[in-house]
Nanobody, 122 residues
Framework: QVQLVESGGGLVQAGGSLRLSCAAS????????MGWYRQAPGKQRELVATITSGGSTNYADSVKGRFTISRDNAKRTVYLQMSSLKPEDTAVYSCNADIRSRPTMFRFENYWGQGTQVTVSS
């Protein structure tokens, strides 16, 4: 079984910073794309940032210049450094990853973490 476990959420004032972590564990042969998504109350889930195994990144326009995604392949962990936080960044942030559990698998399977709450007060 593969698990993604997030940590690092919490309450922060506007203008502050938080760092989220997401560690993958279990039966893992390789991890391809990893990313962060968020869902605010009453809104659809949206992409925040993604990072490939080679380190190429992609960001939502709303977070460019404020958030930085990174990963440690040896630790099977993806991070999201969030700075200059705004009240509109308040949401449940979830980790996502494409994982192959065995070398004989041809396709990557998609996994989600349970989510971590980020609340930004004004």
């Amino acid at each position: 079984q593969v698990q993604l476990v997030e940590s690092g959420g919490g309450l922060v004032q506007a203008g502050g910073s938080l760092r989220l972590s997401c560690a993958a564990s279990g039966s893992i042969f390789s991890i391809n794309l990893m990313g962060w998504y968020r869902q605010a109350p009453g809104k659809q889930r949206e992409l925040v940032a993604t990072i490939t195994s080679g380190g190429s990144t992609n960001y939502a326009d709303s977070v460019k210049g404020r958030f930085t995604i990174s990963r440690d392949n040896a630790k099977r962990t993806v991070y999201l450094q969030m700075s200059s936080l705004k009240p509109e960044d308040t949401a449940v942030y979830s980790c996502n990853a494409d994982i192959r559990s065995r070398p004989t698998m041809f396709r990557f399977e998609n996994y989600w973490g349970q989510g971590t709450q980020v609340t930004v007060s004004s």
